[in-house]
């Protein structure tokens, strides 16, 4: 008689699940668990989406390695033959420029030595005090900032004959510093820096070495989990509606709003994002953009999913040219490449619309290339995406007006964006620590259901609903290497189970 293997569904086939599946599948020769990996799409990757645009390879979702000595992410795109150049170029293909130009609204050049640096400076060291967990005071990110520069201000001799030139420089340096949080704003995810715990920074890691993009596509990861995976294990196309998960011993997975289409399996690996399962607890969730639990998570579980922050960030990229007008003859001087430009509003402006206000930089995806990029957060990157092209080309265009100094000289020609707001099966982009959450709600998302002991023997009951994907891991949220660790994490759970 051959044993009957536990049947472990995995929902979800971005990298969390597709790890998970890649380690179960491996297990006991493969011969250890039934595993299938169920996705409501008809690609994999979830968040992960390499594509084209004007005749370059960029990245929709996740762009960067964040830190490369020892990231698992770095080692499977080395795997993946993916590290190795090819034909088309990719962001930044040649690392960040040593010099950029810093800007206001208005077109004044920021001095780079004198201003544009020394905030900077200030950013970066006090968010790295943030990561080492040396920044005092409690509260959000944002204050923390603004102390910081309120306080070197007010530590800087004034110079008595300088009067209006100092008042000048505090508020291009409050401009700067509002574009540093802009970044950091990208960075994090964060609409509302202020929303961003201090204390949990302290508990952030990048793994360390220098941070890369995948010159082959981020995608190519994915296609690499996939192809090792045993044939048919992924099937596309089935959304998860419903989850029974009380009745020991199985759960019943329901793909179908009548019931039509439903699937048993012993263990299940939920890897939806925290946006998929916000949705899912809240109370006017619609069935089609929630999961409906029966029995409803338990309070801990949804009181994590709550108070955890998961914003939305977009990508816009942007095909530029320089305006014929200004080419040659009377026009003036052929332009230059495009610059990367870094922009610092003041708000004097204002036919620049609201939406482009909270953008760090326009900067073109490599030196000298015609494809520019811009990182949009938050309830601008919501807004983004319910914009025709043209009213996006005209904000960008009076945008590039204002900053480039001299005459206007270069045109948007078309765009490409992100849209992972409104995408029904992310419903924003990664996660952070909101102030009123801790790192102890992303161990509570980590944990699996039911929770305790077993009623019949008082054991650790058999963990039947797992939880992977980057908003579960502590020190590494928002990341695909998170995704991947907490795949790992969830398989060897399961593995240990029946060890
Ligand atoms: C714009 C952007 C930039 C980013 N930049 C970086 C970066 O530079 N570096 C980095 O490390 N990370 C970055 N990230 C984050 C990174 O992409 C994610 O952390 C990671 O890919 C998440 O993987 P996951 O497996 O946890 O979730 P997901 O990729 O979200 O996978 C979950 C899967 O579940 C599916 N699904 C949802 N609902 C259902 C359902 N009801 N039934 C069945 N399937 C369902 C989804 O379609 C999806 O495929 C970025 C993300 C975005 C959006």
Sequence with gaps: MVAKKPRVVIVGAGVAGLTAAHRLCAAGGGQQFDVSVVEASFRAGGRVLTSEFAGHRVEMGATWVQGIDGSPVHALARDAGALAADLLPYERMDGFPDRVLTATDGGEVVDADRVARPVEKLYRAMMEAARAGEAHGGGGVEEYLRRGLRAYQAARPEKAAAGDANNNNKEVEDALLAMHIN????????????????????????????????????????????????????????????????????????????????????????????????????????????????????????DAIARLGFGAVNKLFMEVEPDEEFIGGDGG?????????????????????????????????????????????????????????????????????????????????????????????????YSYVAVGSSGEDLDRMAEPLPRGPSADDGRAAPPRVLFAGEATHRTHYSTTHAAYLSGVREADRLLQHYS
């Design 333 to 429: 001087e052929p332009p230059e490449e495009f610059p990367f430009l870094h922009m610092a509003f003041r708000g004097h402006v204002s036919r620049i619309p609201w939406w482009m206000r909270g953008t760090e930089s326009i900067c073109p995806v490599h030196a000298g290339s015609s494809v520019a990029l811009a990182w949009f957060v938050g309830r601008e990157a919501a807004h983004l995406e319910s914009l025709p092209d043209e009213e996006v080309i005209r904000g960008v265009q009076a945008t590039l007006d204002s900053f480039l100094p001299g005459p206007p000289r270069w045109r948007v020609k078309r765009i490409r964006r992100s849209g992972w707001a409104t995408d029904p099966l992310f419903q924003g982009s």
């Design 183 to 302: 970044r950091e704003r990208a960075d994090t995810s964060a609409d509302d820096l202020g929303d961003l715990d201090l204390a949990a920074e302290g508990e952030y890691r990048d793994f360390p070495g220098d941070h890369v993009t995948i010159p082959g596509g981020y995608s190519r990861v994915v296609d690499h989990l996939v192809a090792a995976l045993p044939n048919g294990t992924v099937r596309f196309g089935l959304r998860l509606r419903r989850l029974d998960w009380g009745q020991a011993p199985v759960c019943l997975l329901h793909f179908a709003d009548d019931g039509a289409l439903a699937i048993a399996a012993d263990h299940v690996i939920l890897t939806v994002s925290l946006g998929v399962l916000k949705a899912s607890i809240s109370k006017d969730a619609s069935a089609d953009d929630a999961i409906a639990f029966d029995p409803p998570l338990p309070q801990f579980k949804r």
